[in-house]
């Protein structure tokens, strides 16, 4: 696919993990892909063997950055037909051990990049009735003692994607949220201790931790006019963990 037919996706957190998966997934099917991420050598080391990639260095959780970036892609690209609000921090804590700064480098990221990216680009979606899929997580799916900050930032990105199908939906946007269980990405790896993998490969019905590909492949088809007819949903994509209701190690 190529010229005035090519779809337009633009993904947060595009330079490594499920994001740099989903990046992939995207080209695969001849979209052209907007990549973002605040890390700049990491995004220009991912995005340069990638053909029918355009990436831009944006902290999502500076309206500034996200207001330049907005800036930039209605100069440079026709359509938005999808946008992927991937970028996420890590911080397990309990609420004893969470400072209000680390509370907040959390929902900067997490809660209030997402809100950011959607309203920077939401007339350009619905201008090309696009589709939006959040990543939230498991972990906003039900409590855990460690997960204070990650946990609601999640469960409000959840909420968000709700709001957003409701408000969205008659200028023919979508909006999902897929919530992935333990993937062996950068992220995840800094805050999983061995105890805590242990007792994930216990709990999940299949045994293992995702791929990010495996993420990637549901992110695309949620963007795709094959979920034409899905709004509104929340996924979780955890090899059967929530289905369990064991709680998060
Ligand atoms: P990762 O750390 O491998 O990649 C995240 C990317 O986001 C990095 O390239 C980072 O530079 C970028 N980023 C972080 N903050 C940013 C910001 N403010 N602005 C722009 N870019 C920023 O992480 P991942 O595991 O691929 O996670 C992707 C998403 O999936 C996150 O939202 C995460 O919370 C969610 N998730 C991951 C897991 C898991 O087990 N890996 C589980 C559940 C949910």
Known sequence: MSGAAQKTA???????????????AFLAE?????????????????????????????????????????????????????????????????????????WRTVMETNLDGVFLMSQALREALCAARGAIVNIASISGLRASTLRVAYGTSKAAVKHLTLQQAAELGEFGVRANCVCPGP??????????????????????????????????????????????????????????FEATGIGLP
């Open 10 to 24: 633009v993904v947060t957190g595009a330079a490594r993990g499920i994001g740099l998966a989903t990046t992939r």
């Open 30 to 102: 001849g979209w052209r892909v907007v990549m973002i991420d605040r890390d700049a050598p990491a995004l220009e080391e991912a995005a340069a063997p990638l053909a029918g990639v355009d990436p831009v260095v944006c902290d999502v959780s500076q309206p500034g950055q996200v207001d330049q970036m907005a800036a930039y892609l209605a100069e440079t690209t026709d359509r938005v037909d999808a946008l992927v609000n991937n970028a996420g921090v890590a911080d397990f804590g309990p609420l004893a051990e969470t400072d209000f700064a680390r």
């Open 183 to 240: 993937v062996a990405t950068k992220l995840a790896m800094a805050v999983h201790t061995p105890d805590i993998i242990a007792a994930y490969h216990d709990a999940i019905p299949l045994n293992r931790y995702g791929t990010e590909e495996e993420l990637a492949n549901v992110i695309c088809f949620l963007c795709s006019e094959k979920a034409s007819y899905v709004t509104g949903q929340i996924i979780a994509v955890d090899g059967g």
